[in-house]
Structures are given as C-alpha cells and as structure tokens.
DNA sequence: ACAAATTTTTAGTTTTGTCTAAATATTTTA
DNA sequence: TAAAATATTTAGACAAAACTAAAAATTTGT
C-alpha cells in the first residue's frame, strides 16, 4: 500500500466513524483536499485491491479488510502521537503533523516494541480510543461538557476538536486530559459556561464547552 | 526532497566516503539497485537543484549543500538506529530496514528532541559516528583486529560490514561492542586468529577479524 | 415531469521515478 | 590507432497520483 492509498482509507474511516451514511466522492474530495476526479481515480483502485464497496455514483465505503486496514494505521498514528508526548516531551497540538508521517512506517514488529514501550496505552493525547492489535476498537460513549446539568462534576477525558489552535487555547488556560471539572453556572444569553477547574474558577464559550469530551464522577 | 531524491543523495555520499574518487553512473545504478539509464535522469534532477556536481560521462559528486543534506540524512538514520536498540530492544541486525524508512520523517524538532532523549550518543549500534546538528563529523582511524599484532589488547569499537548476517554471526558468538578482546595466537596458515574476549577463549577466521574496528589499549 | 443545478465520471495531461531498447561516447586492447 | 568492448545517455513507455476541462448522471425545484 502507497501512503496515498493508507490516506484515503483512513479518510473513510473517519467520515463513517463521524456518522455519514453514505460517503460521496465530493465529501471525500473535500477531506482529502484533492479534486473529486481524483477521488474517482483512487476509488476505482482501492475497489480492484479488495478494500472499498464502490460502485459508480453510489458513495463509498470500506470492506471488512479496508476497515481493518484503517484501524492499524490508526493504531500507529495514535501510538506516535502518546510516544511523542510522553518520551519526546512534544504538545499536543505539534503531535498530529509528525504522526501522519510516522503513521506509514512499515514494521509490525516496531509497533509492538513501541506499545509496549509505552506501557500500552489505551488512549492518545486528545483523548482518542487506541485501536489494539486486532482491531479492537473502544469507542467511547463520553459527553460533552455542554451537555451536562449545572452543578455537575466530571473529569475532561478527551476532545472533539483536535485542532492546533483549539488544543493551544486549552493549554494557555491549562485545561488538560485528566483535569476535574464543575459547572458552577451557565449562562442563558449564549450558553456559555462559568466552571471551576481543579481550583480555578473559570468563563468559557458555548463552542468551547461542546468540543470537550467528559466523563461524568460523583462528588 | 522526495525519499527517492534523498537515497540517492546517501548512495553518493557513502561511495564517496568509501574512498571511490570518480563515482559513475554504473556504480551508482548498483549500489541503488536500479538502472544506469534511471541514475542518469536523477542526475539530471539533482544537479538543477544544485545537490550534484554532474557532467555528462564525468560522473558525479555532491555539492557542499548535498553533502550537508547528506549528513543530515545519515544523522537521522543513526540516531533512529540507536533508539530502536536503546529504547525499543532491538538486536543490531534488525534496525537498519526499519531506519531506512524512518531516516525520511521531517522534523527538525523530532530529531532534536530524539537526540536529547537517547542523550547525545556519538556513535551509532554498528560503531559507526552520528553526525551533529551541523554536519560534524567525527571520522574514526579505528584499526582492524586483523592488524593488531599478536599480544596486544584493545576494544571492540565497530563493524565495518554490517550485513545482518555478519551482525547475528557476531550475536551468536558474544561479541558485541564495547568488549575488551586480546589476540592469543594467529595461525601463520589462514590467518585466523585464536582470541580472548571477555575472558572466553575464541577462534575466528581472518574474515572476520577484518570486520571488526578495534581500539587499541594498554594493559 | 422536465429544466436547472449539482455531482460524478471520463478523457487527456503532468510529474516523478522507473524501465527497455537504441544510440552515442569512452576506454581498452591488439 | 582502429576495432572491440564497455559505459553512458537518449528516446520512448509505463504506473501512480495528481490536475483541468468536458461529458454524463443524478438530484432538485418549480
């Protein structure tokens, strides 16, 4: 496989994994920031090697070996991403780049090593499930912190939004995976959110509260 | 640079330090595994992006701006190298395939970052040295077992084939770098070499005592 | 339901990196 | 030094991955 064909694939995957039934060549024109002919081009390619249902004018979607096939690369992308958070000391808004290089390195063996290298993990910096060996996927079932009641806890266990600029705004306000949060009041106006996180009160917008996934604690 | 661009570039720099002064198209087509008529297109693009000296039937050589691309290349690749062994217990046998893909990542902060986190090391696991950040080189005048004189004892800095096959040989037999040798005996008739390192006793063949960099020391 | 708008595909071109076969230049050797 | 052998380059083709422009299919709106 080219990286061209691992990008795409993945691509698919994601637009799938985001709710889109059924997945146009425009669509994926878009995400791959190519041209729709291109798309056509590459379709009609993965289709012959057995890892897309494509069939012209319908939409796309990956074959039991083409999910599989994303799920690997995904794998690898997010295990670089923890390594080059953990033991390279990188944020993670510089993460996302490096790891869609490292992502097509091809070794079995070295991904394994890596795993377990680091004590293998279960999730990536932004909070994003780690697919295992197999294609094991956990997806998580979190909320957003908009979608909480006032006077609620919860912990801040992933983002929607993986954006470098969405991840630097959270660092300058020192919101991280991890952190514990509590809705002290919302605001009705425009929704935004005045929450105390770990010890520190804090104001935040409508579109900050629903790119922030939580996961609900008692007090 | 393309990863095709950048072979290239190492192929000609390691013939180049290989002592070869005129380097043609043929015994560059070799050591790339590809075609002279391939070699000769290449050329062409490497020399209007001015990393070659090339005329047509003079064979070629690196500018100063393709040696320094060069250097960079060979440090990535060594110190990958290195993290693989240190970091991810690789055997020494297996770590160049895997380096020759990850020699490619740009990331001058990855790199840097990969450098501090294996602390600085100077040589690579073959013994051979890791270029700096600003292409210095520190060429070793290490000897050959197979020089030294009878009695002498010294310590086992590098390989200069480093073929995985010599690699698991040298494995197998316990010899890895770092050990403290000592030659007992030479026989006059093949040369080979009865020796003891790490107080084992060993016989090897002149082959392989003319694979092995030593350093000498006194006793 | 049919014309208009949109989406998708096809056809033809480009670039990179490769190849084979043929032509040309250089080197060797007798 | 001229013929033979070898090395190198040129010419033309191909595959992958992209593009543009044009054609065809589908969807939408009235």
Redesign the interface.
């Given at each position: 496989m080219t990286h061209s064909e691992e990008n795409y694939i993945k691509a698919i995957f994601h637009l799938a994994n985001a709710g889109i039934e059924v997945i146009s060549t425009n669509a994926l024109a878009e995400k791959m920031e190519t041209k729709p002919s291109s798309v056509t081009d590459m379709m009609r390619r993965l289709s012959e090697k057995g890892l897309v249902h494509y069939k012209k004018y319908q939409g796309v979607s990956l074959t039991s070996l083409g999910t599989i096939t994303a799920l690997s690369i995904i794998r690898k992308h997010r295990l670089w991403e923890v390594f080059?958070v953990e033991?390279?000391?990188?944020t993670w808004d510089?993460v996302h780049?490096?790891a869609e290089?490292?992502e097509h390195?091809?070794?079995e063996?070295?991904i394994d090593?890596?795993d377990e290298?680091l004590n293998f993990p279960k999730f990536d910096p932004h909070g994003d499930p780690i697919p295992g060996k197999n294609g094991e996927f956990m997806e998580h079932d979190n909320q957003l912190l908009s979608q909480l009641p006032i006077g609620s806890a919860a912990l801040c266990v992933g983002v929607k939004d993986s954006s470098a600029v969405f991840l630097r705004f959270l660092d300058k306000n020192s919101i991280a995976l991890g952190n514990k949060m509590k809705i002290l009041e919302k605001e009705e106006f425009d929704n935004s959110l005045r929450i105390l996180i770990d010890e520190k009160e804090l104001h935040i917008s409508q579109q900050i509260a629903s790119n922030l996934y939580v996961k609900k604690i008692e007090l």
């Open positions: 080059l033991k390279l000391g990188f510089e780049e490096i290089q490292l390195i091809k070794s063996k070295l090593k890596l290298l």
